[in-house]
């Protein structure tokens, strides 16, 4: 069992993650799958975010046999996807399902160092997992074939719990209470208008001035005759 740290991304102060605070953990069990077929998966291991605000989390990960490296080995070696199913787990019993992929060849030649972005909403619910993969070991590229068990040791992962940005909210109370006492002082009168006279009936002046201009337009010689 390994110590994590637990990066903290506030985008807005608030007193959202309350859910975590309050009731005290989180727990995301990790299965992936070692081959092209979508429908299986095995056991990896458990993340437990114990508390937001100490920043820790416990990481139970399986070591990988001979034959599981060999799999992803495979995947990075055909160009194809490895897949994470990452199933939440809250306190109160609660479950919620999200799935993950990224280049095998990537996961590979990071030697297994990865990152998984937990995303929380206003009321400390997980909306989003996404697994990413940092590092990579020097000559090892995508399509190259040159990946070997032993560049594969153990998953090494951290956490990074993604805070939902809160936009800001309108003040629609006031401005209904605006435009009622406005609607009521016009019913009373009260209201004046301090346009100026073009201001007020700039509708009606500007088609007489565009009609002047056409009928001298059309008969240029009207001002000259006698």
Request: with cysteine.
């Given at each position: 069992?390994?110590?994590l740290?637990?990066f903290?991304?506030?985008?807005?102060v608030s007193?959202?993650?309350a859910?975590l605070?309050?009731d005290?953990?989180?727990?995301?069990?990790?299965?992936h799958?070692?081959?092209?077929?979508?429908?299986k998966f095995?056991?990896?291991?458990n993340?437990?975010v114990?508390s937001?605000?100490n920043?820790l989390?416990?990481d139970?990960?399986?070591t990988l046999t001979a034959?599981?490296?060999?799999s992803?080995?495979?995947?990075?070696?055909?160009n194809?996807?490895y897949?994470?199913?990452a199933t939440?787990?809250?306190s109160?019993?609660?479950k919620?399902?999200f799935l993950t992929s990224?280049?095998?060849?990537t996961l590979?030649s990071?030697?297994?160092t990865?990152?998984f972005?937990?995303s929380?909403?206003?009321n400390?619910?997980v909306?989003?997992?996404?697994?990413?993969?940092?590092?990579?070991?020097p000559?090892?590229?995508?399509?190259?074939g040159?990946?070997?068990?032993?560049?594969?040791?153990?998953?090494?992962?951290?956490v990074l719990?993604?805070?939902?940005e809160?936009?800001?909210?309108p003040?629609?109370?006031s401005f209904?209470?605006?435009?009622?006492r406005e609607?009521e002082a016009?019913d009373?009168g009260?209201?004046?208008?301090n346009?100026?006279?073009?201001?007020?009936y700039w509708?009606?002046?500007?088609?007489?001035?565009?009609l002047v201009m056409i009928?001298g337009?059309t008969?240029?010689?009207a001002?000259?005759a006698k």
């Amino acid at each position: 069992m390994q110590k994590l740290t637990v990066f903290l991304i506030f985008t807005v102060v608030s007193s959202s993650l309350a859910y975590l605070d309050s009731d005290g953990w989180l727990n995301i069990e990790l299965h992936h799958a070692l081959s092209s077929d979508p429908s299986k998966f095995s056991f990896r291991g458990n993340i437990t975010v114990s508390s937001l605000t100490n920043g820790l989390a416990n990481d139970d990960q399986n070591t990988l046999t001979a034959e599981e490296k060999q799999s992803i080995i495979k995947l990075a070696e055909n160009n194809d996807f490895y897949r994470v199913r990452a199933t939440v787990s809250y306190s109160d019993g609660s479950k919620n399902t999200f799935l993950t992929s990224t280049k095998a060849c990537t996961l590979v030649s990071s030697q297994l160092t990865d990152v998984f972005w937990v995303s929380v909403d206003s009321n400390g619910f997980v909306t989003a997992i996404t697994e990413t993969v940092v590092g990579q070991l020097p000559g090892k590229i995508c399509g190259s074939g040159e990946f070997q068990p032993s560049d594969l040791v153990e998953f090494t992962s951290d956490v990074l719990i993604r805070q939902m940005e809160l936009g800001p909210i309108p003040d629609t109370a006031s401005f209904i209470q605006k435009v009622e006492r406005e609607k009521e002082a016009r019913d009373k009168g009260e209201v004046k208008d301090n346009r100026s006279f073009f201001a007020k009936y700039w509708m009606y002046i500007v088609p007489v001035v565009v009609l002047v201009m056409i009928s001298g337009a059309t008969n240029p010689e009207a001002g000259g005759a006698k």
